[in-house]
């Protein structure tokens, strides 16, 4: 399994930007796809944005035209930029990869909050 690890969270106001980067060892990060997932307090976990080892993105309907995943396959990093954020992105965002093939994401990172307000 690889290793994740997320940094970036932060508080912003509402219309603000952040970024959130992953840094993954422990396995051949070109061999994986690449999640970031939230959380919000009493909600479920929700998948808002994925890309393929070749690039390929996916974005959940609520942050499509505001975020933008990336990553980097010499460095072993993925970033997250979110643009224009709203009271409603405040979770603690996750880091997470699934092999080529699987239909699971098995390694996740620990976390990192953002909080969206005034």
């Known amino acids: 399994q690889v290793q994740l690890v997320e940094s970036g969270g932060g508080l912003v106001q509402p219309g603000g930007s952040l970024r959130l980067s992953c840094a993954a060892s422990?396995?051949?990060?070109?061999?994986?796809?690449m999640g970031w997932s939230r959380q919000a307090p009493g909600k479920q976990r929700e998948l808002v944005a994925t890309?393929?080892?070749?690039?390929?993105?996916n974005y959940a309907d609520s942050v499509k035209g505001r975020f933008t995943i990336s990553r980097d396959n010499a460095k072993s990093t993925v970033d997250l930029q979110m643009n224009g954020l709203k009271p409603e992105d405040t979770a603690v965002y996750y880091c997470?990869?699934?092999?080529?093939?699987?239909?699971?994401?098995?390694?996740w990172g620990q976390g990192t909050q953002v909080t969206v307000s005034s």
């Open positions: 997470s990869a699934r092999e080529i093939g699987s239909l699971v994401f098995r390694s």
């Open positions: 422990g396995s051949i990060f070109s061999s994986y796809v």
């Open positions: 890309i393929s080892p070749s690039g390929s993105t």
